[in-house]
């Protein structure tokens, strides 16, 4: 099972509000992250976003599903700073389940 | 109280200004602000002035403004809506007049943040919203910061907050600023329950909330990287930040670097003021500010898992 979201619908084309970003991890991604083989979200058109919806909307998949949640999303159209964004959210993901191993 | 608003308040004016304001009231005692040698403020002055005189009506304080008639720079406040926003509103003798490319007037942070932000960098960098502009480095950088500022502002001040821009393009100098009137950050962390909160004062705490992963709202609203970002990005940008909030005050400075003090005679600023000048040459591509912020502060790693990405 395959499933692909435009951010751009969802959102709008620029991000900076990261309780909405929670909100849709948990209603609309979380549950289907042990049933899809792929995961898109589709930054098309979006402009810009800022850490605190980026963080909220990766950051807690990769703590909550560890790693393979990694292996199932893709992220389709970022632009240059997007992905800087989506990089980092994902290495502070993996960072958090690090720490909760350790501890 | 009467205060008398000093001829600058910019720069190192500012903290000194900030002390003034925030002397004690005794319940229901008015304060007049006397404007007539105002000569010359800072976009950080202004949002300064705006929270503390709401605050100031909150508490029920009768606000008086005098010598606006004199003031060398009325015309400027009123172009900036800082008159209006405290309910001191009066005839314009000028023609407003496009503010594109050159300043934002004051305006309520609201839950708005997203067109706020837009809005304000659209103003600051016209034309940077295409991200193949030259000026969208400028765009991104101030929609970051504000919409970051803003949303810290809402989230946990308790206050209301208040901000404002400007473009100086004979320098090359954007400012970005935003005070509100709430609760400050050092309360902001006891609120939350942080033990090791208990003990510490208003300037350790702004260090503390400089510091990655430490926010008072938390998981799963909030990482706590907004603040370490601004701080980092004005640190690779060359740009100048001073953070007040309570008795504590911060300054990143181009040259001097980081500098921690208070206000002067135990004075307090009553919420937090952000203020970020940077200048417009240093801040070309934001993709690789951001990177480089992200990874000086530990944010992201280098040779690290980095996701599955396609066109």
């Known amino acids: 099972m395959k499933l692909e979201f435009s951010i751009l619908r969802e959102f709008g084309s620029h991000l900076a509000d990261g309780s909405q970003a929670i909100e849709f991890r948990?209603?609309?991604?979380?549950?289907?992250?042990?049933?899809?083989?792929?995961?898109v979200l589709d930054f098309s058109g979006v402009r810009t976003a800022n850490s605190s919806f980026i963080n909220a909307l990766i950051c807690g998949l990769v703590e909550q599903h560890g790693k393979k949640v990694v292996e199932v999303l893709v992220f389709k159209g970022c632009n240059p700073v997007i992905r800087v964004l989506i990089e980092a959210a994902i290495d502070l993901g993996l960072q958090k389940i690090d720490q909760n191993v350790k501890a | 109280m009467r205060i008398q608003l000093p001829i600058h308040i910019n720069a190192d004016g500012l903290p000194p200004f900030l002390s003034m304001l925030g002397q004690p009231?005794?319940?229901?005692?008015?304060?007049?602000?006397?404007?007539?040698?105002?000569?010359?403020?800072?976009?950080?002055?202004?949002?300064?002035?705006?929270?503390?005189?709401?605050?100031?009506?909150?508490?029920?304080?009768?606000?008086?403004?005098?010598g606006l008639d004199v003031c060398a720079i009325t015309g400027y406040l009123q172009r900036m809506d800082v008159l209006k926003t405290c309910g001191a509103d009066m005839p314009e003798s000028f023609?407003?007049?496009?503010?594109?490319?050159?300043?934002?007037?004051?305006?309520?942070?609201?839950?708005?943040?997203n067109e706020m932000g837009h809005e304000m960098a659209s103003?600051?960098?016209?034309?940077?919203?295409?991200?193949?502009?030259?000026?969208?480095?400028?765009?991104?950088?101030?929609?970051?910061?504000?919409?970051?500022?803003?949303?810290?502002?809402?989230?946990?001040?308790?206050?209301?907050?208040?901000?404002?821009?400007?473009?100086?393009?004979?320098?090359?100098?954007?400012?970005?600023?935003?005070?509100?009137?709430?609760?400050?950050?050092?309360?902001?962390?006891?609120?939350?329950?942080?033990?090791?909160?208990?003990g510490m004062d208003d300037a350790v705490a702004i260090q503390k909330a400089l510091e990655p992963k430490v926010s008072s709202k938390g998981w799963p609203a909030n990482e706590g990287v907004g603040l370490t970002l601004v701080a980092e990005l004005s640190r690779l940008t060359r740009a100048w930040l001073l953070i007040v909030s309570g008795q504590g005050t911060l300054q990143i400075l181009p040259k001097r670097g980081l500098s921690v003090s208070k206000l002067s005679d135990g004075r307090r600023f009553h919420g937090t003021l952000i203020g970020l000048t940077f200048r417009q040459q240093e801040v070309r591509d934001f993709a690789d500010l951001l990177h480089q912020a992200k990874s000086r502060t530990g944010l992201l790693r280098d040779g690290g898992i980095t996701g599955k990405f396609k066109v």
């Open chain 1, 26 to 39: 948990m209603g609309r991604i979380g549950p289907y992250v042990d049933i899809c083989r792929e995961i």
């Open chain 2, 25 to 66: 009231l005794v319940e229901g005692e008015e304060v007049t602000l006397d404007f007539s040698g105002l000569r010359r403020v800072t976009p950080a002055g202004l949002v300064g002035l705006v929270a503390t005189v709401l605050r100031w009506r909150r508490e029920h304080h009768p606000v008086a403004f005098l």
């Open chain 2, 95 to 113: 023609t407003r007049h496009e503010a594109k490319g050159r300043f934002v007037p004051v305006r309520l942070v609201d839950h708005r943040v």
């Open chain 2, 123 to 198: 103003c600051l960098a016209p034309g940077g919203d295409d991200y193949d502009h030259p000026m969208s480095g400028i765009y991104d950088m101030a929609w970051y910061v504000l919409t970051e500022i803003a949303n810290n502002a809402r989230q946990h001040s308790g206050g209301q907050g208040y901000v404002t821009a400007q473009v100086n393009s004979q320098e090359g100098l954007v400012r970005l600023a935003l005070a509100d009137n709430g609760k400050g950050i050092l309360k902001s962390f006891q609120d939350t329950g942080f033990s090791w909160s208990s």
